[in-house]
């Protein structure tokens, strides 16, 4: 841990914030470069709430896990409680731009004086743990949880909507007890850390759901994670609510501009449109309207969609430019996701039958299924422009190209995400389209390049670091 008084005196309070900060251990920046250790508990993050005066039980609290589309489920849970009337803490992960994105009150990230004085709040009981507790001190990803707890406290939050980082048992959030909890689409990721198969995976995930909480659950391509969800729900007491089962959607219409879903509970019919384009959407928008009914049943089916039509989440098959060509940035970082990319884009992109394909740009982390991504991807795509992004986790790109290479995919190179965006959209035919995918990390830096947005850096972050990572 950084020793506070290294900071230099210049720096502004939000500097000197994420000094500290980044000076915690980063698990999210070494996952997949060493041996995962084992977390047995979460003793370390219950000392730290405790210690903070365990904000996080005065509130109520919506809690989301899953391995794709839990960020999306979170933003519409908080803007649909916006719409309500309610002040709402978000916490997510990871961050495309800042780390003051992860920590948002009523939709809006915090300021650079309300993180820097999140971190003033919470920094004392870290140099206490780092200097008299058996657990030691926190990591960047406790330290950023207990900010979130405290919202209530610092900014008068009415309710938390937490999303898991990583899993769900021994995720710190999980500290928190939750009014509703909500699991979105699992499938095959982190498996070093969480297991090798979905259903071991689902097992870490459903660790959220406790003692008679009412719980959503969104389809699930596998029957036994599904099965795992039920078992849990049962083990704990806890009612479960299953979309595509107790609650139907459909997509009425679709653009480049948003898509209008129609969606039925036991209790009431919902209409509503929203600027998120995939049916991967359209179930994450049934998720969190069955959530918000077990919620808050009086929130009327006006707020709700008055809620969903403003609801953004970047970098999530987000249209860049409609074209010719379109440019698309996505998220998307296993076969499954990826399969469910070269579905929209195919649903959702005007790509005239004579077009020549789709060029995308890609880069991943050394932790995720390379030759999965691309064997979904060699469907679509008549070329990949790899890059490596900054990020100390990026795999080589010459290992990338090989796989796609080995896939039947023509394969060029660019030294970064920008060069690489402009490779590409200068491949790409008028009819066709440019997808930038395969890690968020990629997707943030050409959005920066496309969007002229200037970037926080981290150089203690940016080399590979030798260790072990852990869950955050």
Known sequence: MNDSSAIPPASSAYESALHRLVGLADY????????????????????????????????????????????????????????????????????????????????????????????????????????????????????????AFDLPVSEGVDVLVLEVGMGGRLDSTNVADATVDVITSISLDHTAILGGTVELIAGEKVGIIKAATPTVVAPQASLGALEVIRQRARAMDAPLVEIGNDVSFDVLDHDLTGQTVDVETA????????????????????????????????????????????????????????????????????????????????????LSDTASGTVVVFGCSGDKDLPGMAEQLA????????????HPRAVAADRVASVFEAAGVPTSYSPNVADALSVARAIAAPDGAVVVTGSLFVVAEALEAWQGIEPERYPELERPRSGQAEPV
Not at 30 to 52: C, N, Q, Y
Not at 382 to 389: A, D, F, K, M, P
């Open 28 to 147: 999210e920046r070494v996952a997949g470069i060493g041996t995962p250790l084992v977390k047995e508990d979460l003793s370390r993050m219950r000392e730290l709430a405790h210690r903070i005066g365990d904000p996080q039980r005065e509130v109520a609290v919506i809690h989301v896990a899953g391995t794709k589309g839990k960020g999306s489920t979170a933003a519409m849970i908080s803007n649909i409680l916006v719409a309500a009337g309610h002040r709402v803490g978000l916490f997510t992960s990871p961050h495309l731009h800042t780390f003051r994105e992860r920590l948002r009150v009523d939709g809006e990230s915090l300021s650079k004086v309300q993180f820097a004085n999140a971190v003033e709040r919470v920094w004392p009981h870290v140099e206490a743990m780092a200097a008299d507790s058996v657990e030691g001190a926190p990591t960047t990803f406790e330290l950023l949880t207990a900010m």
């Open 267 to 350: 209790r009431r019919h919902y209409g509503v449109r929203f600027p998120l384009l995939g049916r991967h959407q359209a179930e994450n928008a049934a998720a969190a309207i069955a959530a918000i009914e077990l919620f808050d049943a009086s929130i009327s089916p006006g707020l709700i969609a008055q809620g969903m039509l403003n609801v953004h989440w970047d970098g999530r098959f987000q249209v860049l430019d409609g074209g010719p060509p379109a440019l698309v940035v996505d998220g998307a970082h296993n076969p499954q996701s990826m399969g469910v990319l070269c579905e929209a884009v195919r649903d959702y992109l005007p």
């Open 379 to 390: 469907t679509l795509v008549t070329h990949v422009v790899v890059c490596t992004s900054r």
